[in-house]
């Protein structure tokens, strides 16, 4: 049995139906179970008065019954959006009135919660898929709409080029509401394969991870670059662990040529494939497959060719594409859409992604990183602008900025936040540590610290919560009126530990 991603409907019924489909964090799913709980989960939608096209929120972390609420929404035509337990609550609220959601599956309870006072209207486009939130230069997150073209499109590229297999086994790890692990969820329901779901906890428990990994025999490795080098420090990331492991697909920020490498040690027979696109285009949109002659040949791993039905190039340093796998658009974000979205010469909606890119004779290509203020830490999508706007909102604090700490080979380690006081507010009494030369106090350790950091955990998942505070009186400003970080890193390095 699998799903057929034009339609929205299952498929081949009679076909193993007996054969798994979704190992949960909590409980397996067979494909006939997933069939019949997809129905079901849409009657009980229909009944909670949903109709087609209204957006529905799913809220949890890596139950079955987050995937079967997936599920369901395709086949009742509701566009889901996906909110992993990552959010806090803040977020989470913020993320659902801007969606004017009709409702919220919690997928932990099992139940419909009321979705935003007011809300619950069809959108505009018709036959979104998915809502996927991403972090918002203004402060808030902004949604980014894809069509059911565009998921047809991700599931006949991923069956037609990836090589995948008979029933695949995806491992999952990353949260839903990063739409790298869309991969898993289409790759397993075009294919009839099986998605394996990882919660947090169980990952952290590092051997009995692996240990239900090789049990479950998955096929296929879905995550960042970042998250696969954490795992080479444990023996069970290893072919004598998992045997039955042949693919490794990375999307989501930049392969290092030394992971690479160390992945093709470690895993000879297995394939790894680098892909690369934004959100905006269905979770990726080019690739390549990396083998040592192309790490012999690149100092940096090209992200390849463009996807079947797809255009790539550069325009003035930026990656732009084409094709009916971009998205919709961002969820009334008109002014966003009118300078990210145009049409391309044959007529296609297309893209601009804001990465600086690099374009050989022969078609190759490589990303070359940003043109503007958003990062990838650990994999996740961060605006610098959106931290800032919740250091401004910090209690007795009038401005605030931060930036990117980066290891030699350019990975975002960590980010550190800088303050500026609010006038007639006090120098923190309980801040330690001492002024350096651009006037700096540095909060550490204190309670004050720990303050801060709870209160924009209030606002922020805990990825994009700097890890330092340091108040100044003057945040740097540069000659166009905006902060400087540029001078601010200069600031950090130069301050005494
Ligand atoms: P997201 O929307 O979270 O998938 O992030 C998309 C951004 O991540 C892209 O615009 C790039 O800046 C970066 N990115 C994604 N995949 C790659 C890759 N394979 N190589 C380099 N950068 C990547």
């Known amino acids: 049995m699998h799903v057929d991603l034009s339609s929205a409907c299952f498929t081949d019924l009679t076909h193993r139906p007996d054969a798994p489909a979704v190992i949960g964090a909590d409980r397996t799913l067979t494909w006939q179970q997933l069939h019949d709980d997809a129905h079901a989960w849409a009657a009980r939608a229909r009944v909670a008065g949903l109709t087609a096209d209204v957006p529905v929120a799913i809220y949890g972390h890596k139950e079955a019954a987050f995937f079967v609420a997936m599920v369901g929404c395709l086949l009742a035509g509701l566009p889901f959006v996906p909110i992993d337990t990552l959010y806090p609550r803040e977020r989470m609220l913020r993320v659902v009135e801007i969606a004017r959601a009709g409702a919220v599956y919690d997928a932990a309870a099992d139940d419909f919660l009321p979705g935003t006072p007011g809300g619950g209207t069809p959108l505009a486009e018709k036959n ?41 086994v995806f491992m999952n790890q990353a949260p839903f509401s990063f739409d790298l692990s869309m991969y898993e969820v289409f790759g397993t329901l075009a294919t009839g394969g099986v998605c394996v779901l990882n919660a947090r906890e169980r990952i952290a428990n590092g051997a009995a991870w692996f240990e239900s990994l090789a049990e479950a025999g998955i096929t296929v490795w879905v995550s960042t670059p970042s998250f696969a080098h954490q795992q080479l420090l444990h023996a069970g990331f290893s072919p004598e662990h998992l045997p039955s492991l042949k693919l490794f697909l990375f999307c989501g920020e930049p392969l290092p040529v030394a992971l690479a490498k160390k992945l093709r040690a470690r895993f000879p027979s297995a394939r790894i494939l680098n892909t690369y696109g934004p959100t905006e285009a269905t979770v990726a949109t080019t690739w390549i497959e990396i083998d040592d002659a192309l790490l012999a040949a690149h100092p940096q791993v090209p992200i390849g060719y463009a996807k079947p039905d797809s255009t790539v190039w550069v325009a003035g340093e ?30 296609r909606r297309a893209f601009r992604t804001g990465d600086v890119g690099e374009q050989r004779e022969d078609g190759l290509l490589f990303c070359r990183g940003r043109r503007d203020d958003q990062i990838k830490l650990n994999g996740y999508r961060i605006e610098l602008s959106e931290v800032d706007a919740a250091l401004d909102h910090l209690n007795g604090v009038r401005a605030g900025a931060c930036i ?16 500026e006081r609010a006038r007639g507010v006090k120098e923190c009494e309980s801040s330690m540590g001492s002024k350096g030369s651009a006037g700096a106090l540095h909060i550490q350790g204190a309670d004050a610290f720990g303050q801060w950091k709870r209160v924009l955990g209030e606002r922020l998942p805990v990825y994009m919560v700097p890890t330092e505070l340091i108040v100044c009186e003057n945040l740097p400003m540069s000659a166009n009126h905006k902060i400087d970080r540029k001078a601010l890193a200069a600031w950090y390095a130069a301050m005494p530990a």
């Open 318 to 347: 930026e990656l732009c594409i084409a094709g009916d796998h971009v998205m919709r658009g961002y969820l009334n974000r008109p002014d966003l859409n009118a300078t990210k979205l145009f049409t391309d010469e044959s007529g």
């Open 128 to 168: 979104v898929t998915y809502v996927m939130f991403t972090s918002g230069s203004t402060g808030d997150p902004k949604g980014v709409q894809i069509g059911r073209e565009s998921v047809a499109l991700l599931a006949e590229w991923m069956r037609g080029c990836f090589g995948l297999g008979d029933a695949p």
């Open 404 to 419: 990117v700490l980066r290891r030699p080979d350019g990975t975002a380690v960590r980010l550190i936040g800088f303050v």
